[in-house]
């Protein structure tokens, strides 16, 4: 994997970013790596994800990417079927 | 805009639904007619037309319900997930399902009803999200009112179905400012508590110093009560607040907070009435005086006092040397007044009283 590590080292934040990132960005299940080291999966999801909200991309969960994934939202996934 | 692979839609237009149950937070007949509404935001630009079954099997399912609620796909409580769609076929296509462990209204106070039906009927009938955020199928809930729909919301359904035969004029909302536009003009600027906020159209941009980044958001979403169009604003530090001007009202803010007692008309300012929009507004906190500029003219008002100054309105043009004879929005950052006009920025020295910079207007968003 070429991530790097993940600024936010809490764990909430993270459990919150793995869960956004299945239901809404299609992440496989298992292949999100550990907090402090994600996978190139995981990065390339938050990328994704900030890419379709018009972020900053950076593929790290820093404070306006957690922001958003904390807003209240409809449940339809962003991306695939 | 998006639609679902392979483009799955309605292969009529004749399309029915069915309430199934209802939520206990409003009204029936509240329920019915935030449905209808939404509905109709999708006829009136389409060929589509929806009819109602009371009983039986329609196209379009909707119910209310909470975490798992028979699809395999729970919802999670209050907040978060507020509710879901399935892209148009047999069997669960189209159905809505709206979490009932959210508080549903039909105005700003909660989660609006309508305004979250029309996003998943939507869906119901082939859009996907948006990458807009002006656009109503954007994925994240935020309240505005008028005419839901934007220009990207229209052109994505009409890509399925058409246009309306026989439509009448729909005016959708613009798509979202790009702050990278070189022609990009602003509405007004200020601070607020060491933030800027720069606002144009219905969006503002707030710029924290420590992140280059700016963020777009809504007007509505952060302050339903104000307009959609902001016209000045201005922060007075020693008070800890920011005014809001829009037409003839103005409205004052505590950190995020409106403050209760307004909107108040401008003219409690000392403003005459034939004064009915401000252009800028900028506070010097040297002087402790609020400039006001309305066209080619500006007010001093004095904020101890709460007084106009005499002697005014005078010459923008005759008292601000080189700069433009108009100002569409104004801040004032350490001895530097930066008045903002169309696309061009003027970085103006209040000692020096002359004109030290010309940038363009959007360099301060990070472009």
Not at chain 2, 28 to 46: E, F, G, H
Request: aromatic share 12%; glycine share 8%; hydrophobic share 35%.
């Amino acid at each position: 994997s070429s991530a790097g590590p993940v600024p936010s080292e809490d764990l909430d934040d993270w459990l919150l970013a793995e869960k956004y990132l299945r239901h809404f960005y299609d992440l496989p299940v298992g292949l999100q790596g550990r907090r402090g080291e994600p996978s190139g999966h995981f990065t390339a999801k938050i990328k994704e994800m900030q890419r379709f909200f018009k972020l900053k991309v950076t593929g790290n969960l820093d404070e306006n990417t957690l922001d958003l994934m904390k807003e209240p939202r409809c449940g339809v996934p962003d991306v695939g079927e | 805009y998006n639609h679902f692979p392979r483009d799955l839609k309605w292969q009529t237009n004749d399309v029915t639904f069915r309430i199934v149950n209802y939520t206990p937070d409003l009204e029936k007949s509240d329920v019915d007619r935030a449905i209808r509404r939404a509905l109709n935001v999708w006829s009136d630009v389409t060929p589509l037309t929806f009819k109602k079954l009371h009983k039986g099997i329609a196209d379009i399912m909707i119910s209310f319900g909470s975490r798992e609620h028979g699809d395999h796909n729970p919802f999670d409580g209050p907040d978060g997930l507020l509710a879901h769609a399935y892209p148009p076929g047999e069997g669960i296509g189209g159905d809505t399902h709206f979490d009932e462990d959210e508080h549903w209204s039909k105005d700003s106070s909660t989660y609006n009803l309508f305004i979250v039906a029309a996003h998943e009927l939507g869906h119901a009938l082939g859009m996907s999200h948006s990458t807009e955020p002006s656009a109503l199928m954007y994925p994240v809930y935020s309240y505005s009112t008028g005419y839901p729909l934007s220009e990207d919301d229209v052109e994505g359904i009409q890509a399925l179905y058409g246009p309306n035969p026989n439509s009448r004029k729909v005016k959708p909302k613009p798509d979202a400012p790009d702050k990278c536009d070189p022609m990009l003009t602003f509405d007004a600027a200020t601070e607020l508590r060491g933030e800027t906020l720069v606002f144009k159209d219905r969006f503002y941009w707030r710029l924290h110093p420590q992140i280059p980044e700016p963020e777009q958001v809504l007007i509505k979403s952060t302050w339903p009560s104000i307009p959609n169009k902001v016209d000045a604003a201005y922060e007075n530090p020693e008070k800890d607040l920011v005014i809001i001007f829009s037409g003839i009202k103005m409205w004052a803010l505590n950190g995020y907070n409106l403050v209760d007692g307004y909107p108040k008309y401008i003219h409690r300012l000392g403003l005459p009435k034939s004064i009915r929009k401000i252009d800028a507004a900028v506070h010097i906190g040297d002087t402790g005086k609020t400039l006001l500029f309305t066209d080619e003219e500006y007010w001093s008002y004095d904020e101890a006092t709460g007084t106009m100054d005499r002697g005014y309105p005078r010459s923008i043009e005759k008292d601000f040397p080189g700069m433009n004879d108009e100002v569409d929005a104004a801040v004032y950052h350490y001895g530097f007044l930066y008045f903002f006009h169309e696309h061009v920025q003027y970085e103006y020295s209040y000692n020096s009283r002359k004109v030290m910079r010309i940038l363009r207007t959007n360099s301060i968003l990070n472009c």
